[in-house]
């Protein structure tokens, strides 16, 4: 029984002493001291914010306005005299450059106000408000097993989940990006389309598609744009004028400005991006090569410390992204073809002449030299509507008339940029390398795409590793033609950790044009050696149960997640836990020289106790036959299809082509072994996809 204290009696509660006394005052003031916290103590500064403003960023300088922006799309284009609405729905920034180009045009060839609109930005429902003398414009690319961008994802749930909601008042254009590699080629488009012309929208153009497989996008854009204008000018009678650059944004110097004032290059920290960490330096605590030299490409594994970043958390199969900095050479290449080599770290400030219209992306006041090398993507190719714009501003008559030539034929344009790696500086040099080129700054940052962040798959474990996090990264230098091999287009993220590894190595051998800056902005990613990165969630993700069998497929760096499932796997066996059967397939060229982790997949299978069965495809040994990862699916089949049936996850990581060439040889396995029809092998696909049990990670 538990036993209670007796009551205190009153009486041994009253001050005997001096000393009591005291202690009684001191306590009373303390209680009294407290209660008045906030009314006569501990106030708030009311002028605290003041030590953390940026006094440039006021009257217009900022990149988000003071009050905040009606999210109704028909208000908002009727306080700001817009006829035509470019919506975009954009993961990699690619539907959002269209969207600003294209109402940019719009408005200098047709006098008609366009507004680009980031779907996100409005509620889907006031689509339904918009008039019939407004135009909508619809830009939506489609990524991964056909899911729409980030930014469109409450549009894509409203345009499905109420289909009795009257559009007959709607007049729209489409236009779609996606990849024919993957299964699910441009569905966003075409959903959203047959959507809408169900709710009574009238479609003014059949939709248009552009196809990435053959990197033939920017063509398929300027053709579908090109059949657009006619249809204004055909059937809405828009009377078009020779377009002329007129700027949507004042860049201008400002000398007045001190270093502490500006952005040097740091990611934009007002942007959020869903399902993504903030945006952070990462020191570097180890970078290694996994090729062996003969075989004449690189692959890096980088480990980076999570340890400063109390924040930073991932899990097994998510994703790390870098931001990379431009190439030196090119961003020296560039300044000096716009006669700006000596400017580079004079202030500038970035406002929109017409916020209603123009949002900023660049973070602003910055630097010249940041702004080339940080935030604007200098290191891309340059597509024919870029070079006939650019023929303007060209310094001579001679490279006017070059730059109309080349913009004059798709099939010239294609001959040129395949024997050269075609950026924007590069292009000018060849043009007219001798005359510095007068192309306003306002041009170079509405035209040219921000800088954007590299994506790769993590290949450690969480569960082992949660404050180390490893990524593999395939170097990229890949020849502008198999003809001509000499040119290279060099991935600007891939070659720039490549730069990392050969510093922490203290090695000076890099190839010719890899070369960066890698102290980063103001110098903060110098010592230790750091990368800015952040992370971003993924649902490439092990099942929960251990013991649930696992098929992986992957090419390549496409192991890299594979990686950390085997790890993890072998950690469950380690404390006890059961785990089921698994089968990895993996393909390389060459088993000597580009099998990464080799050892350590060889060191796993023994120590997964007959759990884990490797088939290897190498498709570049001398004198045998190529060989991919779907031919040695075949082979295992009949294993394949007995996991399948036993509750198997399937992952596919690597190229899109490969992944949809796994899909058909699975596919081909369960008709072969069940002896299934293409109407019972379509609806087992849909079936399992719908059950999360076949995953894919796939690019490119």
């Given at each position: ?49 003041l030590a953390f403003e940026r006094p440039q960023l006021k009257n217009g300088g900022s990149l988000h306005a003071a009050n905040k922006e009606t999210r109704n799309i028909a208000q908002k284009l009727a ?362 700054l306002a041009y170079l940052v509405e035209t040219l795409p921000p800088l954007q962040p590299r994506y790769y798959s993590i290949s450690s474990s969480s569960v082992i590793s949660p404050r180390r996090v ?231």
């Amino acid at each position: 029984m538990q036993h209670l204290a007796p009551p205190l009696e009153l009486d041994t509660l009253t001050p005997t002493g001096i000393a009591d006394y005291v202690a009684l005052a001191i306590f009373s003031l303390a209680g009294a001291a407290y209660l008045s916290r906030g009314f006569l103590w501990d106030q708030p500064d009311p002028y605290a914010h003041l030590a953390f403003e940026r006094p440039q960023l006021k009257n217009g300088g900022s990149l988000h306005a003071a009050n905040k922006e009606t999210r109704n799309i028909a208000q908002k284009l009727a306080e700001s005299d817009k006829q035509i609405v470019v919506f975009w729905g954009s993961q990699s920034g690619t539907a959002e450059g269209f969207a600003n180009r294209l109402a940019r045009d719009i408005t200098q060839r047709f006098s008609r106000g366009a507004l680009s609109a980031d779907l996100s930005d409005f509620d889907p429902e006031s689509i339904a408000q918009l008039p019939d003398t407004v135009i909508a414009i619809f830009i939506l690319s489609t990524y991964g097993e056909g899911d729409p961008s980030d930014n469109t994802t409450e549009f894509w749930d409203w345009i499905q989940k109420r289909p009795t909601q009257d559009l007959a008042h709607l007049r729209y254009f489409a236009f779609g990006l996606g990849n024919r590699n993957y299964k699910f080629y441009n569905r966003v488009v075409d959903v959203v389309v047959d959507a809408l012309n169900a709710r009574g929208a009238s479609a003014l153009l059949p939709v248009g598609k552009a196809d990435d497989a053959e990197g033939a996008t920017q063509e398929d854009f300027i053709a579908w744009r090109d059949d657009l204008f006619a249809a204004f000018r055909r059937d809405l009678g828009f009377p078009e004028a020779e377009p002329q650059y007129t700027p949507a944004l004042a860049v201008e110097e400002d000398r007045s400005l001190e270093p502490i004032d500006l952005h040097h290059g740091e990611p934009d920290a007002h942007i959020a991006r869903p399902g993504c960490s903030a945006v952070r330096p990462l020191r570097v605590l180890s970078a290694r090569e996994l090729f062996h030299p003969a075989a004449g490409r690189n692959c890096i594994h980088l480990d980076l410390d999570l340890a400063a970043q109390p924040e930073f958390t991932y899990k097994t199969g998510d994703h790390l992204a870098i931001w990379p900095p431009n190439p030196s050479d090119e961003v020296a290449l560039l300044l000096d073809t716009l006669g700006l080599a000596d400017a580079a770290a004079v202030p500038v400030s970035i406002r929109a002449l017409d916020p209603a219209q123009t949002k900023l992306k660049i973070p602003s006041p910055t630097t010249l030299a940041a702004l080339l090398r940080y935030y604007l993507e200098i290191a891309a190719p340059v597509n024919r509507d870029h070079v006939r714009a650019l023929a303007q501003f060209a310094p001579t008559a001679d490279a006017k008339a070059a730059l109309h030539a080349l913009a004059s034929s798709r099939d010239g344009y294609a001959d040129f940029v395949a024997r050269s790696h075609v950026t924007l500086a590069r292009l000018m040099h060849h043009v007219c390398p001798h005359r510095p080129w007068p192309v306003p700054l306002a041009y170079l940052v509405e035209t040219l795409p921000p800088l954007q962040p590299r994506y790769y798959s993590i290949s450690s474990s969480s569960v082992i590793s949660p404050r180390r996090v490893s990524i593999t990264v395939l170097v990229a230098a890949d020849p502008v033609a198999a003809a001509n091999p000499a040119p290279v287009i060099r991935g600007v993220a891939s070659n720039y950790l490549l730069a990392l590894q050969r510093r922490l190595a203290e090695d000076s051998n890099l190839p010719a044009g890899v070369s960066y800056d890698l102290s980063g902005p103001a110098a903060m990613l110098a010592e230790p050696v750091q990368v800015l990165a952040h992370l971003r969630k993924s649902k490439f993700k092990l099942p929960r149960g251990s013991a649930a069998p696992l098929i992986m497929v992957a090419a390549g760096t496409g192991l890299a997640p594979f990686r950390a499932f085997l790890a993890e796997r072998r950690k469950l066996l380690q404390i006890g836990r059961e785990i089921g059967p698994m089968v990895l397939l993996f393909g390389c060229r060459r088993p000597d020289q580009d099998y990464i982790y080799r050892e350590e997949i060889e060191e796993m299978q023994t120590a997964l106790e007959g759990k884990l069965r490797v088939v290897t495809a190498f498709s570049r040994v001398e004198g045998q036959p190529r060989v991919y990862v779907q031919d040695r699916l075949r082979d295992v089949g009949d294993e394949v299809v007995r996991l399948l049936e036993e509750g198997a996850t399937l992952y596919v990581c690597g190229r899109a082509a490969m992944a949809r060439e796994v899909e058909g040889a699975v596919a081909a396995e369960m008709a072969r072994v069940k002896g299934w029809t293409e109407e019972e092998v379509g609806e087992w696909r849909r079936g399992i996809k719908r059950r999360n049990k076949w995953q894919e990670d796939v690019w490119g």
